[in-house]
Nanobody, 130 residues
Framework: QVYLVESGGGLVQPGGSLRLSCVAA????????VGWFRQVPGEEREGVSC????????HYADPAKGRFTISRDNAKNTVYLEMKDLKPEDTAVYYC???????????????????????WGRGTQVTVSS
């Protein structure tokens, strides 16, 4: 397992931007795929965006396409989620997760796969409101 810590959440007005960070403490992220997920009370946690250990093409859920960008800086042991043009429906707790490529990427797109992901952060709240 990897110990993950998220930061960067907060209150932002509609149309605003935020950058979330996910740092791995005590271990390296080099060999892990990393993803961002979000959850609102009463709903299932959903995948937002995920990136493989090698970087390259990332996966984005439909609500994130064109507005969010995931990136990784292995030298800093950090994965970022740049969010632009935020909308009230983006309000949620955002979680960072890490696992082997095939586990994380499967969990990024399927609810059944999500339960197999072994490492999760505690989340950071994002609230989009005027």
């Amino acid at each position: 397992q990897v110990y993950l810590v998220e930061s960067g959440g907060g209150l932002v007005q509609p149309g605003g931007s935020l950058r979330l960070s996910c740092v791995a403490a005590k271990s390296s992220l080099d060999y892990y795929a990393v993803g961002w997920f979000r959850q609102v009370p009463g709903e299932e946690r959903e995948g937002v965006s995920c990136i493989r250990s090698s970087g390259g093409a990332a996966h984005y859920a439909d609500p994130a396409k064109g507005r969010f960008t995931i990136s990784r800086d292995n030298a800093k042991n950090t994965v970022y989620l740049e969010m632009k043009d935020l909308k009230p429906e983006d309000t949620a707790v955002y979680y960072c997760a890490a696992d082997e490529d095939y586990v994380l990427m499967y969990g990024c797109t399927t609810l059944a796969g999500r339960s197999r992901i072994s490492s999760w952060g505690r989340g950071t709240q994002v609230t989009v409101s005027s």
